[in-house]
């Protein structure tokens, strides 16, 4: 994406600290500087204010979640060199936020992300959070297993969600894994959480109450024409083959051989539902409704599964 001609008020820093105080006046200048730039937003923010406050937040060492009462604060002359530093970052680079700052937040949970991995941002943290009910009981769910962990964050919540289980992280990176062992870590999940190097279920030993995945699923075509932000993530995590579905494929057809009776399948397939559906027409599959936005996780059930072939 060619990137517009810069502002004075970009290229002038010494002119923007002057003219701007408070914690608000920088998300508001930042907001309208990413609006002006072009920036995409999609990775962990939808829109530029909420980025810009992430930003803003993180460089002044306060939580995302800090409250507005806070915004009239005033800047020392360090914070806003500090902000504005970051601020420009963005806009220069293109890079996600999550990369600039090396934290992620993903089902009320802080991660550690760099560009080994992807940033989290599946729209499956809301039914983690809610244990999947009706579908799963709870306290039932004993061994989870999570496919293309990346960042460990699938897995890390659902050790969380289901307190009683074993889950296990498979991905084929070891550079990702070594980014989710920071994050089961610092969660304290050590001895819960078991990390894997594995394609799918090549490693996989064993069955599960639950198998989940936010796996790659995008075709070349639409992988060519993302917007600059993704290019600064692993390729590795998007690429699915010629229809976006390799890994998912592979996913259907192994589940059964490692789910118990009453268990569960979770697949997002993101822009591949199209696909997708056009490829299992008659898969009885359910899908989830988000109450926070996306419509492109299914839900399957191990009887259901019988059909598929390996």
């Not at 990137?3 to 290229?11: D, H, N, R």
């Not at 949970?109 to 080994?116: C, I, K």
């Amino acid at each position: 994406m060619e990137q517009k001609e810069k502002t004075p008020a970009v290229q002038d820093m010494d002119a923007v600290r002057q003219s701007l105080d408070t914690v608000g006046d920088y998300i508001r200048w930042g907001a309208s500087r990413f609006q002006h730039a072009g920036l995409h937003f999609g990775h962990g923010t939808d829109n530029a204010v909420d980025e810009a406050a992430f930003l803003v937040l993180h460089a002044l060492h306060l939580p995302p979640d800090t409250s507005e009462a806070l915004y009239p604060a005033r800047l020392t002359a360090e914070e806003k060199s500090t902000v504005l530093a970051l601020l420009k970052r963005r806009i220069d680079e293109r890079r996600p936020a999550a990369y600039l700052t090396g934290t992620a937040w993903f089902a009320g949970l802080s991660f550690r992300v760099d560009e080994r991995v992807l940033v989290p941002r599946s729209p499956m943290a809301e039914w983690i959070e809610r244990q999947f009910e009706p579908w799963l009981e709870a306290d039932s769910v004993s061994r989870v297993l999570d496919i293309g962990t990346g960042s460990g964050c699938l897995a890390v919540a659902c050790a969380l969600a289901f307190p009683d289980a074993q889950v296990d992280a498979v991905d084929i990176s070891k550079d990702a894994l070594a980014v989710a062992r920071v994050n089961i870590d610092a969660h304290g999940l050590t001895h819960r959480v078991q990390l894997l190097q594995s394609d799918v279920f090549a490693g996989v030993h064993g069955d599960y109450d639950l198998i989940i995945s936010n796996p790659p699923y995008v075709d070349p075509d639409t992988i060519a024409a993302l917007p600059a932000e993704y290019q600064h993530e692993p390729e590795i995590g998007f690429a699915a083959g010629d229809d976006g579905l390799a890994v998912v494929h592979r996913i259907l057809a192994g589940s059964a051989a490692h789910l118990r009776p009453t268990g569960l399948l979770v697949v997002e397939v993101g822009c591949g539902r199209a696909a997708f559906t056009q490829a299992y027409p008659r898969l009885p599959v359910t899908w989830l409704e988000m109450a926070r936005g996306g419509d492109d996780v299914f839900l399957l059930h191990a009887d259901d599964l019988d059909g598929v072939a390996a």
